[in-house]
């Protein structure tokens, strides 16, 4: 797979909607080992397993019909950004992992990915934002954009489901300020243009048994590919 825009990988997630009450998901039915720490809240029904996994932290987060599985970049450097790393390869690992879950039947499926690519200049970044999202000119000294559109699709090979597609673009600046003796040393700017993806099976779909989740997997990862950009 190859991307047309270099897009760096700060979180993915799958999220289960509508799980069956007591139902969790094992760290080591994704990793293969035991997770890292186990968190119990029993009075607020809340169980959370991590650990390290691909150079970020897994997550599974439990919560009374509702299961999050999320991968994080790790802050290593206070100057740059984090990162997992390109997503069409972090995608390519998270999407395998996940076809390993034995999951089960659910109300709702959702994913969640946010990227980053980091233009050079205001100039640069102003121009890769009308590349983006072409259609809107706000001028060329236009900063700090936001622009959301949900396209929604259907899948007649998969039960009929629809899947809501909202994609988010941001052009942001990130100031990085390192300190000594409490006086400011150096000041670093950062152009950041963000894509945050959430897609996530309408509520009037009626999903298949969980032996057909894989397809669905599937046709999650495809469309966050397209609309990034991944081919």
């Known amino acids: 797979m190859t991307q047309t825009t270099a897009w760096t990988t700060e979180t993915i997630r799958f999220t289960l909607l509508g799980v069956p009450e007591g139902v969790k998901v094992s ?8 997770p890292e720490s186990v968190t119990n809240r029993p009075a607020q029904r809340l169980s959370i397993q991590e650990g390290p996994f691909q150079g970020g932290r897994l997550v599974i987060t439990s919560h009374p019909g ?15 950004h984090p990162t997992l790393g390109y997503f069409a390869e972090v995608s390519g690992i998270f999407e395998e992992r996940l076809s390993l879950i034995k999951f ?8 969640g990915v946010t990227l980053n690519v980091f233009p050079e200049s205001l100039e640069k970044s102003n121009l890769m934002f009308r590349e983006l999202v072409p259609g809107l000119d706000f001028g060329n000294d236009a900063s700090d954009l936001m622009v959301q559109v949900n396209r929604v699709k259907k899948f007649p090979k998969i039960s009929g489901m629809v899947m809501n597609r909202l994609s988010k673009w941001s052009q942001l600046l990130s100031q990085t300020v ?6 400011a040393l150096a000041t670093k700017h950062n152009h950041l243009i963000q894509l945050e993806l959430d897609l996530n099976t309408s ?10 989740y894989k397809s669905i997997i ?13 081919k």
């Open 104 to 111: 089960p039947t659910v109300a709702r499926l959702a994913m």
């Open 218 to 230: 599937a046709a999650f990862f495809s469309e966050a590919r397209s609309l990034a950009g991944v």
């Open 203 to 212: 509520p009037n779909s009626k999903l298949p048994h969980a032996d057909a």
């Open 66 to 80: 509702r299961v999050d599985i999320s991968l994080a970049a790790v802050p290593t450097n206070p100057e740059s």
């Open 27 to 34: 760290w080591q039915s994704i990793v293969g080992e035991e």
């Open 178 to 183: 390192q300190y000594q003796n409490h006086e």
